[in-house]
């Protein structure tokens, strides 16, 4: 599975940017989607999930602002962003979770910067 993300850049606090991820190869199989983020000099962190089936789950700081949905035919997710804090600015990082023969394989994409700044 390869995943190529885009929809990163700049904005203002305040305002909005979606990133979408779509995967390519072999996508059947996908158990869920998500997004990550990495600010300096700390580890990876969730920002939210979605299963194939639908179920997602946000990060505390992404409830309210930050919603995901998951396009299973395309093989793509979206994380629409919101009210866009100073605090988001990170790089974000797609994740793709197949399930095969009782075990979970994670692949990632290439992240994308998101600054937020006046």
């Known amino acids: 599975v390869q995943l190529q993300a885009s929809g990163g850049g700049l904005v203002q606090p305040g305002g909005s940017l979606r990133l979408s991820c779509a995967a390519s190869?072999?996508?059947?199989?996908?158990?869920?989607m998500g997004w990550y983020r990495q600010f300096p000099g700390k580890q990876r962190e969730l920002v939210a999930t979605i299963t194939s089936g639908g179920n997602a789950d946000l990060a505390t700081s992404a409830k309210g602002r930050f919603s995901i949905s998951i396009d299973n035919v395309k093989g793509t997710v979206t994380l629409q962003m919101n009210s866009l804090k100073l605090e988001d600015t990170a790089v974000y990082y797609c994740k793709a979770v197949k399930w095969r023969t009782g075990t979970f394989y994670p692949y990632w994409g290439q992240g994308t910067q998101v600054t937020v700044s006046s």
């Open positions: 190869g072999s996508i059947s199989g996908i158990h869920s």
